[in-house]
């Protein structure tokens, strides 16, 4: 099993990466100073292949748990959802020194850090995240949240999970489009820091697209020691950790547009990250070569590398502009320099982008 | 103009104390890096007695600013206003550094704080408090959220604002009985705190009761200075704020059993430190000659000193223990030793309880 540890002062926590370790759980949970009560929060198509393995060894470590069944999608993390939760929490009559344990994807993972983030002004919470991308990305560094229907992850906070555990033998039963889609931000991990995790992806990619398990489990390792690096480093967003963004300013923007039906995030990310490629070239940032290999890995993983015709690009800039990340009416991309290197860019001329989509 | 500084780290802020000092807000917001766009929250009457001084202040800084003006009452301290907040602000696409102004009494204050505190995760804000009880307590220390229908402030955060401003002239249009009950506070600091502030209070209580400007401004100030001294040691109340709490347990419960629309939050805590107080006498912690000091000041002042007969005592102990102060179903009470003195009791008798109820 390997730990890595999320250096945040008193926030810290570890991440642990492991095969079939979901058993040792209870075990971990019996650690910290919770109350007897805790939830666990999961959907229905997760909670019936782990559910009982998961909520077994909680109550075995001697707690009192609350299982809590939320929709699955993206169009539920929203406050309807986030209500049902507060609810079910307060009926079970949970305290400040419980706990909440997410079993599930980013969607599971994002609402429950905040319902933690919220209830009664602050509880623990840990991460057990079951897909590629909630494993690599979403589960740590503490950004939680809920969409509204004019932007994505509007409402949130920032709020630190106690522990996350990783049992990469969940991604067996991940849907492959899934897979690939969490694949797109290990991806992204290559092209903003580290060009021999991109390598390596290059080298081994039917390997991985295989579940090949010592391939996957580096690419995971590493994908969260460089995020952990970069969370540690800024926790809150003031500089470096926008870099995290990278294929994000135009990927959000897609979701957006297309009501998050037609394409999973790490999907639209995808396209995201070959346009803002482009954009780098477009701007001589970045050599034609570099964009060509970024969008052939795209490509050969089964990612979407354009943006479909029939979608309007002036919604798509409009969108962009309502982002989190303007500010004062002002775009931020992150644009690769050289495969492993970015840079953050403030001042983008309307025509450029016009061109670029 | 009296500045008290709370002492937080990279999250310390001043009070600033005065009278007619409104029109100062707008040379104080352009201190910090805001964005262009702010948006002032307030409701009907009080933004129709000070919100032109404020908005104009703020514009005529250089500022574009959103009015939303929400419900008065603490029954629309709910999750409904609250995303009535967002919408507003996503749609004048208020950005991660534009701030938010609170203009009213608590519940101005707390729902706007909590809105600040998880939009874009996180933004700033500034609180203006225009009643008494949210100029000492709830404007200082950080504390914002909503109701939900099984109890008071169970949904929020710990969210800091940049600045609070205490206007005392704004005391010149409150209501007599929000006056007293924010009174209520100020007894409290005595009781918990202060012995020569609850002295004050009895040599002076005429002339503050006439609103004399001098004592007034005098308890105003210490109380903040209380607050902000407490708060400073305490934030997240791990120990030492929790005495803050004197009076709320039973006060909680009593607002909760007669759901908000029968007492004001002073008036109900009011009714809890007399009960407290003969809690405290029973458990022969505290001389009966404190507690007839602590009832003889309330009742001086007006405020309710028992538990009315019609009130059903079952349900005000059912409801203390959903409180988020209750921890694996033990009651915490804040008790006085004697004024200017408390401690923090977990075990109290559930027999003790009824009698004194």
Avoid at 235 to 258: C, F, M, P, Q, W
Avoid at 313 to 331: C, H, N, P, Q, V
Wanted: glycine share 8%; proline share 3%.
């Amino acid at each position: 099993m390997e730990n890595i540890r999320v250096e945040l002062g008193d926030r810290s926590y570890d991440i642990l990466i492991g095969n079939s370790i979901l058993e040792i759980i209870g075990e971990k949970l019996k650690t910290f100073n919770f109350s007897p009560k805790l939830a666990l929060i999961s959907n229905e198509l997760v909670f019936s292949l782990y559910g009982d393995i998961v909520s077994e060894s909680i109550k075995k470590a001697g707690f009192d748990l609350l299982t809590v069944i939320i929709p699955d999608g993206e169009e539920y993390k929203n406050i309807e959802t986030l209500q049902y939760i507060y609810n079910e929490l307060l009926k079970y009559k949970l305290d400040r020194k419980s706990a909440l344990v997410a079993l599930g994807g980013g969607v599971v993972g994002d609402i429950t850090g905040f319902a933690a983030s919220t209830y009664m002004r602050g509880i623990s919470y840990i991460q057990i995240p079951t897909t590629l991308l909630a494993q690599v990305d979403s589960s740590v560094g503490g950004k939680t949240g809920i969409d509204h229907k004019l932007g994505k992850n509007m409402i949130g906070a920032f709020w630190q999970p106690k522990l996350v555990l990783i049992d990469t033998k969940t991604l067996n039963t991940l849907e492959k489009r899934q897979f690939l889609a969490g694949l797109a931000e290990v991806i992204k991990y290559g092209v903003i820091w580290d060009s021999e995790l991109f390598q390596f992806i290059e080298v081994n990619k039917e390997k991985i697209l295989g579940l090949d398990y010592n391939p996957l489990n580096y690419i995971i390792k590493r994908s969260c020691q460089i995020k952990a690096e970069i969370v540690s480093k800024d926790e809150r967003e003031t500089g470096l950790r926008a870099i995290l963004n990278y294929g994000h300013t135009i990927g959000h923007a897609i979701e957006t547009v297309t009501k998050y039906t037609r394409y999973l995030h790490g999907e639209a990310i995808s396209i995201g990250m070959c346009l803002e490629a482009e954009l780098a070239q477009l701007l001589n940032i970045t050599e034609p070569s570099e964009v060509k290999k970024i969008k052939e890995l795209i490509q050969f993983c089964g990612l979407p590398y354009c943006l479909p015709e029939d979608i309007d690009r002036t919604e798509i800039i409009s969108s962009m502009y309502l982002d989190k990340k303007a500010i004062a009416g002002k775009l931020k991309f992150v644009l690769p320099e050289k495969i492993g290197k970015v840079r953050i860019e403030r001042n983008i001329p309307g025509e450029i982008l016009k061109k670029l989509l």
